[in-house]
């Protein structure tokens, strides 16, 4: 289209804006009528948005019973039944289109259409066809068209409505939208494609404090490619968004009392509201559509949403560092998953890579698509959220895992490494000119919405404002860079004289950043931000124009960059109109450079090749040595373990650059460096995000848990390739240990080989010595202090100051206030590692005082008594339920801050009181409930081995409580007590899935399909010998399938477990530890079939 034809058909300021962002890139002398024609335009269209709309004074629907026209919603009018049938029946005596046009026809016409759309529209496109043809008129032409939007139009002013754009059906559109949330989409009910789709959006909203109508759309925006194709049209993403955010309105209006009052916040708005839905963009009234609002009610908050990064300049103690904040809940780019087989259930997701060395551990857990639905979806852990110091040069990818296995990596959106000198940013926190945190939205020259931006340029560099801008410098960056202020825009000057221009205020942001597409060397790891490839990469922009450049890091002089990038180290530089776009250093290798490596130990050689004029040259401290033709090199057995070395790369053009190369080693551990972990080395939970388990191709990692006396007590173990950061599995790995009590160890192997590693839960000890209290080593952490918690009120934690040897006070021995006295839990905590086993000891002053029975309890100071009275606490609870008891015990489990919560005997007892534990899980706040599921982790019971009775108990608490709320609205009792159970236990289904078999069972298979389909594809991963632990017990409960078809002996234990766990969730026997243990064994290994034999045996033996 024409650019003049564009500017007099657009219809709304935010397109006029856009279509004079596009001209302000262009430099053609024709540009400049046509802005004088967008300023034109520009003030008719504020014309006519600012002429005042006249109220109504008259009630076009009063026959059918409607109120006056007060400007609402129309959907606000409620027409029911008899109403709607009512005006189709007048409206079709109109005999025609054009009969509409007079009186209050308009008005009725656009109420009853909107109240179609609601209940009849199924998707498809909007059309005026489907609704003439119910009015009995015969189908439009084009030549009709005009009349029904001018009808339209009318009708909508009549009820003091606008006319709404949201596409190219303004009309149809708006009418659509006045009628509400289509029936049709709620048809699916609470669990259906919509409730997915609007939980996505609600979730998001109220993660962002800030968000409003236009959050609400973009986010919709966001979730579209999840719609069912019927509905994948731009005005019923308006309408989800409209939806989504009336629930958030509500909710954040409301939330604050009902959780002051301690009910759910639909609860506490019908008992204190009882027209709220009314205000809802949906029907009321349907069972359908209200537990469809009563789930996104309980929806919890999700602090960003969707999946992707942002990376940030975060401002901290030591000034500027780079930073990411990852995105993991919500939709999953379907081209990134579409490789991976949704029957693998879900998957669990762990930093890898270069992220691992930053920000280890498991991050996220990936959900396989639902049944009707497109993608796979992602929720978060709490370790995910916030900011995170990670290096702009670091890719950021994540492994996905189920149970042992690796099943695929994958790159997060906005992962690749961020490069470029001159880096453009947008406050998210603190002051105009004393941020505190800024999110880079681009690098090089661009053009962005903001009216004010920050850059981060190189100290030298200058920012220089023209007439109508700002440039104001704020000190220094990170590392030698500068940090500068900017409003309208700036040009920016390096130190060799090439200008970038930034402007604020545009219609839209856009970056102009050069991808470059090619093979990168595999074999050669940079660390600075250069770009290695083996041949010349291709290049491309997101825009036209401009002139591709080249020259020598260093040099001043560009130059024409030929078609085929030549061999060398460069930068690269795009240019327009005298004004340098983008720029990039990067290094290129000849087309075959090859560096392949043979043999291993002392046989050990790497061999160069294709690499014609280009050196590699190994650092002196390497573990190889050069050959005489240079082309070669062999092993140095004399040299350092490691698992990589550092060598130079020598072009025949540009500097040198500094590249790390793989070294294969035996299996084993290695810090990030390279350096081996030596065998003799003991290891701490805390000292895992520092090492990595290395090997040159395929191995799996053993983990046994040992005990004094008691060898091979449990094992778990993981697949890798390469390498696999051990922070990974650290959760694990505690989840093993802990359980076991402090004397407790694991020893670490490969694929059970020889060469053991062990692991223990702390680093140091606090002991006595000659009547003093001190460490058995001294502790060098300059961030260690000493903490201690009275155990009076042990959700009080007290910094009684450092305690290091860089300290000038209070180190070796312990030294403690004069005014605190009674029984302490000491030990040493750095940040939010526990470096000492914790003590419990008394202290001479006064005693801290007790404000519960669970604190008098505790705070006894003979053990045996104490353990009584928690013992008589918890039984008293267990069977006398009140909420206060619950209370405190969630409220302690979430005070933890990295105690294991066996610290605590009231929390190691809890495996005896599984009615107790029920009753936490079901009445755990949203924030609380992550902290509350993982006790499972570090105590030796699983959730899904807890009696259904149990669950049922906690479960009819919930329903006692909500129907003695609502006794007054015996409308309403019984269907809100039943979905605010459904609610709660789909809440903790998220963090155990194999909770959702034990509330709900829908087992359709046999376990003899299970099992064989198990044993087909991952016998040759199951380990141990037949030791018949569940069969001596539970033999004729179990499946005699097992046995008559022969398996191998060796299978049977592995085979029963989840049986037998089905078994423990029916009440017919109580798991051991040594059970337990092995069950979440199984599971972890083997999680598909766990899961299915497990839901199969449940309802086999119900």
Not at 206 to 225: I, M, P, Q, S, Y
Not at 806 to 830: C, E, K, M, Q, T
Not at 984 to 1000: C, W
Not at 1086 to 1096: D, G, H, I, K, L
Request: hydrophobic fraction near 40%.
């Amino acid at each position: 289209m024409a650019w003049s034809a564009r500017i007099d058909e657009a219809d709304d300021l935010p397109e006029l804006d856009y279509i004079e962002g596009e001209l302000t890139m262009l430099s053609e002398a024709w540009v400049g009528p046509l802005r004088l024609k967008i300023i034109n335009r520009r003030r008719e269209l504020k014309d006519i948005a600012n002429r005042p709309v006249q109220a109504p004074s008259y009630a076009p629907g009063a026959k059918f019973g409607l109120p006056p026209a007060d400007g609402r919603w129309l959907y606000a009018y409620r027409i029911d039944d008899a109403a709607f049938q009512e005006l189709q029946t007048y409206l079709a005596t109109r005999q025609g289109i054009y009969a509409l046009a007079s009186g209050n026809d308009p008005a009725l016409f656009v109420l009853w259409a909107s109240e179609w759309h609601r209940r009849s529209y199924r998707g498809g496109g909007l059309s005026w066809s489907p609704l003439l043809s119910d009015l009995g008129f015969r189908t439009t032409g084009q030549s009709d068209q005009g009349m029904l939007r001018d009808i339209a139009r009318r009708g909508l002013q009549a009820w003091g409505r606008p006319v709404i754009k949201l596409s190219n059906h303004a009309y149809l559109g708006t009418l659509a939208r006045e009628g509400g949330f289509p029936a049709a989409a709620v048809e699916s009910g609470e669990g259906g494609w919509a409730s997915r789709i609007l939980t996505t959006i609600v979730g998001a909203l109220l993660g962002n404090v800030a968000a409003d109508a236009e959050t609400a759309l973009t986010l919709a925006e966001e979730v579209r490619g999840r719609l069912p194709q019927t509905f994948d049209d731009n005005d019923f993403v308006q309408l989800c968004a409209d939806l989504a955010f009336s629930i958030v309105t509500i909710r954040r209006e409301a939330e604050p009392k009902a959780a002051e009052a301690g009910q759910p916040v639909a609860i506490w708005l019908d008992l204190n509201q009882p027209g709220w839905r009314e205000a809802l963009p949906l029907s009321i009234g349907d069972r359908t559509a209200d537990r469809l609002v009563d789930s996104l009610m309980a929806v919890e908050a999700i602090t960003g949403a969707a999946v992707g990064t942002d990376r940030l300049l975060q401002y901290g103690d030591d000034g500027w560092f780079e930073a990411v904040r990852i995105r993991l809940d919500g939709a999953i780019d379907s081209k990134a998953m579409a490789q991976i087989d949704p029957a693998f259930g879900r998957l669990r997701a762990f930093a890898s890579g270069d992220l691992a060395r930053h920000m280890p551990g498991e991050l996220a857990l990936f959900e396989p698509p639902a049944q009707g639905d497109k993608q796979w979806s992602a929720r978060s852990v709490r370790m995910a959220h916030g900011v995170h110091a990670v290096p702009f040069a670091a890719t950021l990818e994540l492994d996905l895992r189920s149970g042992e296995r690796r099943v695929s990596r994958i790159a997060l959106p906005g992962g690749k490494p961020r490069r470029g000198q001159l880096l453009i940013a947008e406050r998210e926190e603190g002051e105009e000119l004393a941020p505190r945190c800024l999110r880079i939205i681009g690098s090089g020259s661009g053009q962005f919405r903001a009216e004010a931006l920050y850059l981060q340029v190189p100290a030298g560099w200058k920012v220089t404002a023209t007439a109508g801008e700002e440039a104001q410098p704020l000190g220094m960056g990170v590392g030698a860079s500068q940090l500068w202020h900017i409003k309208g825009g700036a040009f920016v000057t390096d130190e060799s004289g090439d200008r970038y221009r930034i402007r604020c205020g545009q219609a839209n942001d856009r970056s102009h950043r050069m991808d470059l597409i090619g093979n990168e060397c595999r074999w050669a790891e940079v660390q600075a931000t250069v770009d290695l490839f083996v041949g010349p990469p291709h290049f491309r922009t997101a825009a036209d124009g401009g002139q591709l450049l080249i020259r020598e890091p260093g040099t001043r002089q560009w130059r024409q960059a030929p078609r085929v990038l030549p061999v060398g180290h460069f930068e690269l530089g795009w240019r327009k109109d005298d004004i340098l776009l983008d720029r990039r250093r990067i290094a290129i290798l000849p087309s075959g450079a090859e560096l392949a490596r043979s043999g291993l130990g002392p046989n050990l050689q790497y061999d160069l090749t294709g690499l014609a004029g280009v050196e590699v040259i190994p650092d002196a401290d390497a573990p190889v040595r050069v050959c005489e033709n240079d082309s070669q090199w062999r092993a140095m057995a004399a040299k350092a373990a490691t698992n990589r070395f550092g060598a130079t790369i020598r072009f025949p053009t540009g500097p040198d650059l500094a590249v790390t190369i793989a070294y294969p080693c035996p299996a084993g551990l290695a810090q990030w460096d390279g350096k081996l972990v030596s065998t003799s080395e003991l290891l701490t939970l805390a000292d895992l995000p520092d090492v990595l388990a290395v090997d040159g191709g395929g191995m799996e990692l053993v983990a046994e848990l040992n005990e004094p006396g008691k060898p091979h007590l449990a094992e778990l173990s993981w697949e890798f390739e390469r390498e696999f950061p051990l922070a990974s599995v650290r959760k694990e790995l505690a989840g093993l240990l802990m359980p076991s009590g402090i004397e407790a160890w694991i020893s670490l192997s490969m694929n059970g080989g020889q060469h053991f590693w062990e692991v223990r839960p702390f680093e140091l000890n606090i002991e006595w010595r000659s009547d003093q209290l001190t460490t058995d080593r001294g502790v060098v952490d300059e961030s260690a202090h000493l903490y201690g918690r009275p155990m009076a009120d042990p959700c009080r934690e007290v910094d009684f100051g450092s305690y290091n040897l860089l300290s000038d006070s209070n180190h070796r021995p312990v030294s403690f206030p004069a005014d605190v006295g009674g029984p302490w839990l000491i030990y040493l905590r750095s940040g939010a590692r526990v470096l000492t086993r914790p003590r419990c000891l008394t202290l001479v002053g006064p005693p801290a005082e007790a404000g519960t029975d669970l604190g008098k309890a505790m705070a006894v100071n003979d053990y045996r008594t104490m353990v009584a009275q928690v013992e008589a606490w918890l039984a008293d609870a267990d069977s006398n339920g009140g909420s206060e008891a619950v209370q405190e015990l969630n409220a302690l489990v979430c005070a933890l801050e990295g105690l294991p919560p066996a610290t605590f005997k009231v929390l190691e007892l809890l495996p005896q009181y599984p009615d107790v534990l029920t009753r936490m899980a079901m009445n755990a706040r949203p924030d609380q409930r992550e902290a509350i599921m993982g006790l499972s982790r570090d105590l030796p019971f699983a959730w899904c081995l807890l009696p259904r009775k149990s669950w049922e108990g906690a479960s009819r608490e919930i329903f006692d409580r909500i129907t003695g709320l609502l006794a007054g609205h015996p409308d309403l009792m019984m269907e809100r007590a039943i979905e605010a159970v459904k609610l709660t236990q789909r809440s903790l289904v998220q963090h155990e899935p194999l909770l959702a078999q034990i509330f709900e069972s829908d087992a359709t298979d046999n376990i003899a399909d299970v099992s064989q389909r198990f044993l087909n594809r991952s016998s040759h991963r199951i380990r141990g010998a037949y030791y018949g632990r569940y069969r001596r017990k539970l033999a004729d409960q179990l499946p005699a399938y097992f046995i008559t078809q022969g398996f191998n002996q060796q299978f049977i234990d592995t085979l029963d477990a989840p049986c037998a766990a089905a078994l423990a969730a029916t009440g017919c026997w109580a798991p051991d530890a040594a059970a337990v243990r092995h069950i979440k064994t199984v599971a972890h290994n083997f999680p598909n079939y766990f899961a299915e034999a497990f839901a199969v045996w449940l309802k086999e033996s119900a």
